[in-house]
């Protein structure tokens, strides 16, 4: 089974890089943030390190460095001009890694990393399946619908939502039901973000299984 997948959020601050930091962790993976824009803090790459406790040797051999980074916390088309920089597909190319692979985004499916070339087009051409990151509650019926149907329009695979927040009653089946696609699981907020806790999370969420199965696991 290739255990490389793309995770996307329906928006900014969804919860891309705690969720992926779980998945990272969960399947032994390497993680790699292709285009960073925001660099106080350090940066996704940075913070998927601090969540997971890495070493500095461990960051090096696991977390792949960002093909782009761009100071201004900006959408990446305009972060990028502000550089001066014009952002090159062949950059943004798969790295060579031999197994699991978590590859986070910057920002939603219909967010520009040039003018001409939204994100979506870029996951389009890695091929891989995506994992959609949705808030929990109050307002994710619209936006991960939204993402789903232009998942779907492209014909990208869509392994299925990770719902990021506090448990909710009705969302859940709702999406489930309305989108099509499968609910893998979802992560509570976590009091102290730490490696621990995500290993906790990774064991109580049934993620594993669930993300087997979606991958066509035997
Ligand atoms: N399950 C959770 N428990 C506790 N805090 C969380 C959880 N999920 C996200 N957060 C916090 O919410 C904020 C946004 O999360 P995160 O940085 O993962 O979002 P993102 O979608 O990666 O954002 P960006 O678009 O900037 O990459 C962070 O401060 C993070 O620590
Ligand atoms: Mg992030």
Not at 132 to 154: P, Y
Request: glycine share 12%; net charge negative.
């Amino acid at each position: 089974m290739r255990q490389q997948l793309i995770v996307c959020g329906t928006d900014t601050d969804v919860g891309k890089t705690v969720v992926s930091a779980l998945l990272t962790l969960g399947l032994g993976a390497h993680y790699w943030k292709p285009v960073q824009c925001g660099l106080e803090g350090g940066g996704d790459r940075d913070r998927v390190g601090r969540l997971l406790g890495l070493s500095a040797e461990q960051i090096q051999q696991r977390l792949l460095p960002e093909a782009y980074r761009f100071s201004a916390p900006v959408s990446p088309h305009w972060a990028a001009e502000l550089e001066g920089v014009r952002l090159e597909q062949e950059r943004l190319d798969l790295p060579a890694v031999p197994g699991p692979l978590v590859v986070e985004t910057a920002g939603g499916l219909l967010v520009p990393l040039r003018r001409d070339l939204m994100q979506i087009d870029q996951i389009q051409r890695w091929g891989l399946p995506v994992v959609l990151v949705a808030r929990s509650g109050l307002g994710t019926l619209n936006h991960t619908l939204l993402s789903v149907e232009a998942l779907r329009h492209r014909h990208i695979p869509l392994l299925g939502l990770i719902l990021n927040g506090p448990p909710h009653a009705d969302n859940p089946g709702t999406l489930r039901e309305l989108s099509g696609a499968p609910v893998l699981g979802g992560l509570p907020p976590l009091p102290q973000l730490e490696a621990a806790a995500l290993a906790e999370a990774w064991q109580t969420s049934g993620l594993h299984a669930a993300l087997c199965g979606a991958l066509g696991a035997p």
